[in-house]
């Protein structure tokens, strides 16, 4: 069992989603980059064999007032005795789709700190709303992750946010809380390109909080857990990256999840829904920096594939191909 304080200090080096604008005048990505389609198996009968999760940790700020209880009045809450938390048979897996939340995002401004601040927060209370749901079905324990959002910057559990030259949000396990600056997401720092010069539309940076609400998904699962483990026991630097690299893609590919749960009321025209895939191929390794978290092609495939697919079982990276995760 991975001790919680260790996890928390080193969460920044593989956590948050280290995603960076690429040089603008290169060409759009064309529409034939198909999505991962994972083998359609059947995961209704993955085995059970380790005990439920649990996440420990402090509640994050905005969080201890409005985190929810777990609903044991659901008899489906405890019908799963033990959960399977490994990374490629978890028990996640045998989860249906995210199911349709009311979600409008209005006329935000994503240079308007207050507006976007409010956005997130609200969004966020409709991705609780769908992966409640679905992780309860399967018998896992579910809570809201806690949020500090700030025009600037800040400082949290895990350490600075975002870190210096960085935009980029990230979600720390010690008090599972997602921390951002909503000045960085959209207008850049430092070298770092903000999200608002790949579009102004705040379904991008939503789709952002959505990936690092993937993270929270994952750490309640147990995957964050096992991921790191199988990192401590890695031998090679190309290893433990090949690793964060699968982890990290499979919280996009929650991420897309969410967008197509809430396309219907966002809401996600097709135009809308083109500017999303075009984000993705645009963010992923940046040149010079260590590959932990995907080509741009594969950021794009996989927020396609949870998108397209919405089902938790096709966000299965850990039985992908390794060109599909490189």
Same mark, same amino acid.
């Given at each position: 069992? %991975? ?84 990374? =490629? ?20 401004? %994503? ?10 927060? =609200? ?16 018998? @896992? ?7 500090? @959002? ?16 960085? @935009? ?36 991008? %940076? @939503? ?120």
């Amino acid at each position: 069992m %991975i001790v919680g304080t260790v996890f928390g200090v080193l969460a920044l080096t593989f956590l948050g989603l280290v995603l960076v604008a690429s040089v603008l005048n290169s060409n759009r990505l064309s529409d034939t980059v198909s999505p991962v389609a994972l083998p359609t198996y059947s995961p209704s009968d993955l085995p059970t064999s380790r005990p439920t999760y649990r996440s420990s940790g402090e509640s994050g700020r905005e969080q201890s007032s409005d985190r929810e209880s777990s609903d044991t009045s659901n008899p489906q809450t405890s019908k799963a005795k033990t959960l399977n938390t490994s990374l =490629k048979d978890n028990s996640l897996y045998a989860a249906q789709g995210l199911p349709r939340v009311h979600c409008p995002g209005g006329g935000t401004s %994503i240079y308007s700190h207050s507006q976007l601040k409010a956005l997130i927060l =609200k969004t966020s209370r409709c991705m609780d709303k769908a992966w409640s749901r679905v992780l309860r079905d399967r018998g @896992i324990e579910w809570h809201r992750p806690g949020y500090a @959002i700030t025009a600037t910057r800040g400082r949290g559990a895990c350490g600075d946010f975002p870190q210096a030259g960085s @935009i980029v949000p990230y979600y720390c396990p010690r008090n599972t809380t997602i921390y951002a600056s909503t000045t960085a997401m959209a207008k850049g720092s430092g070298n770092s390109l903000g999200y608002g010069q790949l579009t102004s539309w705040h379904g991008g %940076i @939503i789709s952002m909080m959505a990936h690092e609400y993937g993270h929270h998904v994952q750490q309640l699962t147990g995957l964050s857990n096992t991921w790191w483990e199988q990192t401590l026991r890695s031998t090679s630097q190309s290893g433990k990256l090949a690793l964060s690299r699968r982890f990290e893609l499979q919280a996009t590919c929650f991420g897309g999840m969410f967008m197509r749960a809430a396309s219907a009321s966002y809401p996600v025209t097709p135009a809308q829904r083109n500017t999303l895939y075009y984000f993705y191929s645009r963010v992923g390794d940046h040149p010079g920096y260590p590959r932990d978290h995907g080509k741009p092609i594969n950021n794009n495939r996989w927020f396609r594939q949870g998108f397209e697919k919405n089902k938790t079982f096709q966000c299965n990276t850990w039985r992908a191909s390794s060109s599909t995760t490189s």
